[in-house]
Every structure is written in structure tokens, then in C-alpha cells.
């Protein structure tokens, strides 16, 4: 099987679509590129226990320096959010690519995926010595790190890794992620024929719409932030509405900061249910853990050293964004999130130039031979 080029990869693997749990195209594209490089590679059940079309895809290259160094796993996602049209990425005169069809390019994340492919081929192409490199490609990412977390990491032979999953300039390194917690508001209220009868009834939608109107929401401070996302209700125009349903998010890198405020949330909308004669069921999950590295941490000077061997400066940065990160760390992996050049994502705006592509390539080798130099 011949091997595309980089870019050639990258457009292939955008173009096809590839929403959470549905990403079986996207899953055999990466498996039919390792089996081209003569690599064995395995798909574990997560589509069957997650109700998808594709699971976790592992593959591992054995060490070929006699066992010294730092073994490495790098990890991307398979899914996308989902698109709202067509995709058709094309590169334009400047260089960038971009959807030209209105919805997502779908970089998030297959720039990852295509720039770990290519990087894997180019050890093996050109004989590099490496310390052992692992490669995991998740599934179902955008809805709350479901592949990850299904992922047995127990069959990880590294300890440190990293994911390219933050937008914005290559050089940006992540030091910490927030705590995320999702909630679900369910108000009952009584029907009533709107016209003939509004006193009858109890909207459901007025007791939710008090309660959103009085959550704290957007940036609540440098750390913390709070969502409603969807809602929905009623049954028709005419009828007053007897239920009415909401999600919500909160995210913080404090997570005593997160707690407080799913807390204030919970109270706020009991009492807007109270003062709607309104019943109310909630439910709160825990949506991803957080994370915080130093910049004195060893997977973060080795991010660091990479970078500057491939021609960047570090800087460092928290987002306000989970990424498969967040689940490894909390399972005690090192994995540190590298932006990678991505813009605007889950966005029509969403775009990436080749040159980013090239040289995060340059980066991944970077980070192979700074690995293979020293044990961490």
C-alpha cells in the first residue's frame, strides 16, 4: 500500500465525517495506514459498551535502543463534533486549509491524527532509535473523554505521553485543565388548555426560565465558567407546558469552586420550582477530572525541549477545554496537551495551515529523540 503524503492524509481523513459514535470510516482509514507500515494494531469493545460504530485503536512499536530513555504514548481522537453540512477541506493560496462547504474541518482532531501517522512513518522510514512509542486513537471524545475512559490504559507500557488537542499557536504547552461536572433540570408542571384554562395549569417552562434566569453563567472568574447548553419543553402552542428539560455545564480549575457552584445551581433551580408549583428532578455527573502540571514537572521540560529542538518557543498556558489528557492523568499517566495550530474549532471558521501540519511532524520527532535521551 502506498503511503500519502501529509497533507494528502490530513485532507482524506476530514473529509470523511466522523461524529461521536459514528466513526467507523475515520477508525478503518487509521488501522488500513498502520497495516501499510507493517504495524500490528488492535481495536478494543468500546463501540459495543459505548454504543458506537468504532472503538479504541492501539498499536505499539517496541523500543530499539536496548530499553533506555522514556517510552512515549501519543493519543488523538477519531470523532468529531457534529458537522452541520458537507466537508470539503480545501487549501487555499495561503496556505490554510478550511472547509469549503460551511460546518467544521473537523482538525480536531484529525491534524493529530494525521501528524502522528506521518511521524510514525518517518521513525520507521528512516531507522530512528526510539525508547518504545505507543499509539492510541480514542473514540468519542467530544462527549466527555467516553473512549478514553473505556481505553484499558493498563496496556500502556509508557508512563508519559501527550495529545495535541488544544487550539491555538505550536509552542503553547498545557499545564492544566478544569474540572467538569455536567447537570440535568427536569421540571413537571400540570397542563392546561392555554386559552380556555392557563389558571389550571403549571408551566414548566416558566419555573426552568426562572431558574436559568437567575444562574450565575459565562465566566464566572479566571478559573471558573458555567453553561446551560440545551432546553427543551411543552407539547404545542396552545397547551400550557407540563414539562420542560435543561443541561447544563460547570467547569473550574478549583474543583471546590466547581462544587459550590453546581451546589448554588441545584438551590436556584429548586426554588424557581418551588415558585412555579413545579416538581424537579436533577441529576449532576462528574463530566471529566481536572489536572495541573508545573513547568518544572519532566514531562513538561521534555515537552519543552522538543519544542525548542523543532524550532519553538514554549509558553504556557491553562485551558478551559477537557482532552483525553484529563483522563489519563487521572489514572497517574503523564500526559501533557500540546496545541498544535488548530483555529476556530468546532466552528465553519475552523482552519489550519500546512505549514502547522509539517511542523508538528518535526515536533513529534523532537519529542521521540528527547525521550530516547533521557529517562524520566
Known amino acids: 500500500m502506498s503511503v500519502p503524503p501529509l497533507l494528502d492524509l490530513f485532507v482524506e481523513l476530514c473529509a470523511l465525517p ?40 492501539y498499536c505499539r512499536l517496541p523500543a530499539t535502543n536496548g530499553g533506555g530513555g522514556t517510552p512515549l504514548f501519543l493519543c488523538a481522537h477519531t470523532d468529531t463534533v457534529p458537522p452541520e453540512g458537507p466537508i470539503e477541506p480545501v487549501v487555499g493560496e495561503d496556505g490554510i486549509v478550511r472547509n469549503a462547504a460551511g460546518t467544521i474541518l473537523g482538525s480536531d482532531n484529525k491534524a493529530a491524527l494525521a501528524v502522528m501517522l506521518d511521524a510514525v512513518r518517518r521513525v520507521l522510514e528512516e531507522g530512528r532509535p526510539h525508547a518504545g512509542i505507543e499509539l492510541v486513537f480514542t473514540a468519542q ?18 508512563r508519559t505521553g501527550f495529545v495535541y488537542d488544544q487550539g491555538g499557536p505550536i509552542g503553547e504547552i498545557v499545564l492544566g485543565s478544569p474540572h467538569g461536572r455536567l447537570l440535568d433540570f ?23 426560565a426562572r431558574a436559568i434566569a437567575d444562574f450565575r453563567l459565562g465566566r464566572i472568574d479566571e478559573e471558573t465558567s458555567a453553561n446551560v447548553g440545551r432546553i427543551e419543553g411543552g407539547t404545542a402552542r396552545n397547551v400550557v407546558p407540563e414539562r420542560c428539560s435543561f443541561s447544563a455545564e460547570v467547569r473550574s480549575h ?40 508545573r513547568e518544572s514537572d519532566p ?62 511532524v518535526e515536533v513529534t520527532l523532537a519529542l521521540v529523540d528527547c525521550a530516547r535521551e533521557r529517562a524520566l
Open 141 to 158: 471524545e467530544e462527549v466527555s473523554l467516553r473512549g478514553a475512559e473505556a481505553f484499558d490504559h493498563t496496556r500502556l507500557h509508557a
Open 18 to 57: 466522523s461524529p461521536s459514535g459514528r466513526e467507523r470510516a475515520v477508525a478503518d482509514r487509521v488501522g488500513a495506514y498502520l497495516t501499510g507500515l507493517g504495524l500490528a494494531w488492535a481495536e478494543d469493545d468500546a463501540a459495543t459498551r459505548l454504543g458506537g460504530d468504532a472503538g479504541n485503536l
Open 254 to 293: 478549583d474543583e471546590r469552586k466547581a462544587i459550590e457552584l453546581v451546589r448554588e445551581m441545584l438551590e436556584t433551580a429548586a426554588f424557581a420550582a418551588t415558585l412555579g408549583e413545579c416538581e424537579l428532578e436533577t441529576e449532576v455527573r462528574s463530566s471529566f477530572p481536572g489536572y495541573r502540571f
Open 299 to 360: 514531562p513538561v521540560q521534555l515537552a519543552a525541549e522538543a519544542l525548542r529542538r523543532a524550532g519553538f518557543e514554549p509558553s504556557y498556558v491553562l485551558s478551559g477545554g477537557g482532552a483525553d489528557a484529563n483522563v489519563f492523568n487521572a489514572r497517574g499517566l503523564a500526559c501533557v496537551n500540546l496545541a498544535n495550530g488548530m483555529l476556530d474549532i468546532h466552528t465553519p471558521d475552523e482552519r489550519i495551515a500546512v505549514a502547522d501540519l509539517e511542523a508538528m
Open 186 to 208: 427536569r421540571f413537571h408542571g400540570e397542563a392546561a388548555h392555554a386559552g380556555m384554562y392557563p389558571e389550571d395549569g403549571r408551566s414548566a417552562i416558566a419555573a426552568a
